[in-house]
């Protein structure tokens, strides 16, 4: 490996930051939180690493009082410090001095297997290196190469620079080149009667008479030049056209790889140890083209170092898949004007690797997670009515995990060690389960949620009590209470039940997770708003169907069985978190009337009882007109959206507790 830690210090937004490197590195994160900061401060440092390329607008521009930023890099040498030692001890090296006396040099460059080269820059004074010695610098410089493509800039200039690289391929020792001169000199004397000398003598006359001299080529610019007389040319083509013939992603695409190939083949034939860094690789290119561009990189990384800055979630699914250890991704976040970096946990086990998906891999680029159970909880949170009263949602990555414990763990900051925000919302039957015969409610222990439990035996003080008491009451409930419950729906509204279910909200709340008072349906219809819903259930849902047998049956139950009914008829839950099918001591007839009238949960029966409701609560009438309805309520709503707000707290509170929630952990 080359780069084996990077140290920054007040380097505009980044404060402090250190990244322990591994061969594949992918810096990842939102628009704006630094991933270009760190690459800049690498070229910061490589600029100025043998010859002076200062550029004063690197100071942190929120602290007027930092003047003085640090750049450090150390270098893992194991590898190379094996390959001195062996040219050392070479007999034949040691007949060339001036060989000799290079691969000693690096030799005392070495500390412990390691070199560490910092910089060090005060405003208004020259950049001081901890090694002083600019000789001593090229050879690190020399050996510890590092490229830099920056994608949104690849062109026809792009392709030129190749040429340099190609040269330090080629690169001919000064034997060879003098030699290579000789007969070059020979054959221009001995052309054909002359003409190419005198050509060349009256060239030199012109250069005389101008007083101009020609700069003679380094090694490496000879070596491009004798290339280039080599395949009599010196401009690119593939597939017989020119570079910039084809679109700028598939120009870009040829561009990387054959970089990558070009540097691989350095490393072939050199003692270097080159680092290539990528700023967003993705762009302009299809998916297929991010699969080909990854499997190269991949399996370049076993001998070229990488970094990544990306914005691509299928590039980095490929990074996250892959089998070697060799790769790390660092989680870059803006936070109070400054850049916090964390290395994230990578997938650990083979069901992660086997789950994982773009959308799952676009969490690690959010600005906030939402987990929620199911297309229901996606519909809800995703209703643009909804994110017209509360902005906030627009910022959220909602993923589907169904409660799947490996797609959570998978994701989440807390287990992959990132530091977004999130939220998981899940059922309170993910918490309890009923045991109808006892009458009472169980802790669900296979895939439950109640995890905690040795953690919280070592909170102290005010957490301690905030927290693990808590669980310590939610257990003793539950072993101890049995709730009054009335059929034959199993409906609850034993007082004792409403703190057991209020203690388990509270306490999960403490581990980001908000537990539903039963389901997404019981979140939608309760006991403030049943009455509304049951006219939208009869003029929208069932406005062509005879319901008369239905609301026969509805008017004749008690409120709370109302609600209860309201929820089955969606396939939700009722108070005891039972389904219909659940419901052992229900009359047939009534299951059948329930079966014959319920709604299939791919109806977007939510996105129009959203909608329903807000016409209701601005006086707007629902008419068949989808495209005037939609016009209509959009502008009412821009002009009341905290009416809309003050009535959704009063027939939606749960729902207006999820987003409240939401909202304070984004906030924070």
Not at 507 to 534: A, K, P, R, S
């Amino acid at each position: 490996m080359g780069i084996e830690r990077i140290k920054i210090e007040n380097y505009k937004s980044i404060k402090k930051c250190n990244l322990n490197l591994s061969q594949l590195n992918a810096l990842i994160g939102e628009n704006g939180c630094g991933k270009t900061n760190v690459i800049s401060a690498i070229k910061y440092f490589y600029n100025n690493l043998i010859s002076e390329n200062d550029d004063g607008e690197i100071f942190d521009k929120n602290n007027s009082f930092s003047n003085t930023v640090k750049i450090g890099i150390e270098y893992d040498c194991t590898h190379l410090r094996r390959i001195i030692l062996n040219k050392i001890g070479n007999v034949k090296i040691l007949t060339g001095e001036i060989k000799a006396d290079y691969y000693r040099k690096i030799y005392t460059l070495i500390n412990k297997n390691k070199i560490y080269l910092e910089l060090t820059k005060m405003k208004n004074t020259p950049i001081k290196w901890n090694i002083p010695s600019r000789a001593d610098r090229e050879i690190i410089y020399n050996i510890f190469p590092v490229y830099t493509i920056d994608t949104k800039n690849i062109g026809v200039e792009s392709w030129n620079l190749i040429w340099k690289e190609i040269g330090d391929l080629i690169k001919i020792e000064n034997e060879v080149a003098e030699n290579f001169q000789e007969q070059i000199s020979e054959i221009i004397k001995d052309g054909q009667d002359n003409k190419m000398a005198r050509r060349f003598s009256e060239l030199e006359k012109v250069l005389q008479d101008s007083e101009i001299q020609i700069k003679k080529y380094t090694q490496r610019e000879y070596a491009a030049a004798i290339t280039k007389m080599y395949y009599k040319g010196e401009n690119f083509e593939i597939a017989e056209h020119k570079p910039d013939y084809f679109s700028e992603g598939t120009n870009s695409f040829n561009y990387i790889n054959t970089l990558i190939n070009i540097v691989n083949a350095i490393k072939n034939m050199k003692i270097k140890f080159p680092t290539i860094i990528i700023d967003e690789p993705e762009i302009s290119l299809h998916h297929k083209y991010i699969d080909k561009l990854s499997e190269n990189i991949i399996n370049k990384s076993k001998k070229i170092q990488f970094i990544l800055a990306t914005h691509s979630s299928r590039l980095l699914k490929n990074i996250l898949k892959e089998e070697t250890n060799n790769r790390k991704v660092f989680n870059l976040r803006y936070k109070n004007k400054y850049t916090q970096c964390s290395e994230m946990k990578l997938l650990d086990e083979q069901r992660q690797k086997t789950f994982i998906q773009d959308e799952h891999v676009n969490c690690y680029f959010s600005s906030m997670i939402l987990l929620v159970e199911g297309e229901s909880e996606l519909e809800l949170l995703n209703n643009k009515y909804l994110r017209t009263i509360y902005p906030i949602l627009t910022n959220l990555d909602i993923v589907k995990a169904e409660s799947n414990r490996v797609i959570e763990s998978s994701l989440l900051p807390n287990k992959r060690n990132y530091k977004t925000p999130y939220l998981v919302v899940i059922d309170m039957d993910k918490i309890i389960c009923v045991d109808k015969e006892k009458n009472k409610f169980n802790i669900k222990s296979k895939d439950g949620y109640f995890l905690y439990k040795e953690k919280e035996n070592y909170y102290y003080g005010d957490k301690r009590l905030e927290i693990h008491h808590k669980r310590i009451r939610i257990e003793k409930m539950v072993q101890k209470c049995r709730f009054h419950y009335s059929l034959p729906f199993y409906a609850c509204r034993d007082t004792n039940f409403y703190v057991l279910k209020n203690c388990i909200k509270d306490y999960f709340l403490n581990y980001n997770i908000f537990v539903n008072d039963t389901t997404v349906e019981g979140m939608l219809i309760n006991d403030e708003n049943y009455d509304i819903f049951w006219e939208f259930y009869k003029n929208v849902i069932k406005k062509h169907e005879d319901v008369g047998e239905l609301e026969k049956y509805y008017n004749s139950l008690k409120e709370y069985n109302k609600v209860n009914l309201l929820r089955l008829l969606v396939d939700g839950k009722t108070d005891y978190i039972l389904k219909l099918k659940d419901l052992d001591k229900i009359y047939p007839d009534v299951k059948k009337l329930i079966n014959k009238y319920k709604i299939d949960k791919t109806s977007g029966w939510i996105t129009l009882w959203i909608e329903y409701y807000l016409m209701y609560l601005l006086k707007i009438d629902y008419s068949d007109d989808i495209q005037n309805r939609n016009k209509e309520l959009s502008r009412e709503l821009s002009k009341k959206v905290d009416i809309c707000k003050n009535s959704i707290y009063n027939n939606f509170r749960e729902l207006s507790n999820l987003i409240k929630e939401i909202t304070k952990r984004y906030s924070n």
